[in-house]
């Protein structure tokens, strides 16, 4: 027996109607007991259904004698028993265009119709009770607080030639570790100072910082994907070995939304669409522009740097919901 079996939403009808009765007996019957659908029998047994809109249409053509519901009726009938569950049913309902089901017991006895309106109060009923069947789950937030990624020649000036930097803990995705070794900042107004380091190495050294940071640095940077640094303006980073002077690699990171591929079926979206994403609570805001990144290897987690999650009042841990999609991955 299904969970949702059609009978819990079927109309129980006790109401059925012979196949020699007349188009005005059958009007009059659903007149009386505010019904659109009558199952018709003969002899006990299931012929087909007829449909006030059946009637309609032989009442609108002249006739020369009183028709019989046997004219009107469709005889192809969709019969279903009653612990079928009402997901089939409505989706072969779908499928096969049928406005009734007819529903019949273990004797084939009628016993009650479903109709496309109790498949609506049927859907508005599941809605109300089940909305996590329907609403995609709520995203978690990680907050980014300002970091460089490391290139090996720049990790060898800052801390030694050829020196392994220990992990300290786990960041939100998989195989990403915020090392217990930090650096310093130099820009032209300001220092930053015992900034983490988050590893692997890269190709290309990349300093992520908040809008805030870069301001309090004197430089102006970017809103950009990370490894996308052509253009971006440099800093000084300071080491226990050394400096490095960066010409560039400065960015503050586009927020963007890490999943699986299971995880973008449920929000019906695909790898680098730009979605929109819900804060609720007292700084209720609407994110746009937030680049959906989907790779197996990814945790679900939209990345957020401190200024954007200050501002919206989240902290790490805290949640948004799937706003819907901004503008699809071209
Ligand atoms: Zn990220």
Redesign the pocket.
């Known amino acids: 027996m299904s969970e949702h079996p059609i009978s819990r939403y079927m109309t129980r009808q006790p109401w059925t109607i012979r196949k020699d009765a007349t188009l005005v007996d059958a009007r009059t019957l659903m007149r009386e007991h505010g019904i659109r659908h009558l199952p018709v029998l003969d002899a006990g047994r299931l012929q087909g259904v007829i449909s006030d809109r059946d009637l309609h249409l032989l009442e609108a053509l002249p006739a020369s004698e009183p028709l019989t519901v046997e004219d009107a009726m469709s005889e192809d009938t969709y019969v279903t028993t009653a612990g079928e569950s009402v997901a089939n049913v409505v989706e072969r309902m779908a499928d096969r265009r049928r406005g009734s089901v007819v529903i019949v017991d273990d004797h084939a006895r009628v016993v009650g119709i479903f109709t496309t309106i109790d498949a609506m109060q049927a859907l508005a009923e599941i809605v109300r009770r089940e909305p996590d069947a329907v609403a995609p789950p709520p995203i978690p937030v990680g907050v980014?607080a300002r970091h460089v990624h490391l290139s090996r020649a720049h990790c060898d000036v800052l801390f030694g030639p050829g020196v392994l930097l220990s992990p300290r803990h786990e960041v939100s995705?998989p195989h990403q570790f915020v090392m217990a070794q930090r650096i310093d900042l130099i820009g032209p107004h300001g220092e930053l100072h015992d900034v983490a380091i988050i590893n692997p190495l890269r190709n290309e050294t990349q300093v992520e910082l908040a809008r805030t940071d870069a301001i309090h640095l004197g430089i102006t940077a970017p809103v950009r994907e990370?490894g996308h640094l052509a253009g971006t303006p440099g800093l000084r980073l300071r080491g226990p070995c050394g400096e490095v002077e960066l010409d560039h690699g400065a960015i503050l990171a586009q927020r963007?939304v890490?999943m699986t591929p299971d995880d973008a079926q449920a929000y019906g979206v695909h790898d680098r669409d730009i979605i929109q994403v819900r804060v609720a609570g007292a700084r209720e805001m609407v994110l746009g522009d937030v680049v959906v990144r989907v790779s197996p290897e990814f945790a679900l987690?939209l990345?957020l740097d401190t200024d954007e999650a200050n501002a919206a009042g989240l902290d790490d841990g805290g949640t948004v919901s799937f706003a819907g999609i901004e503008r699809r991955a071209g």
């Open positions: 980014s995705q990370s963007h890490h987690d990345h």
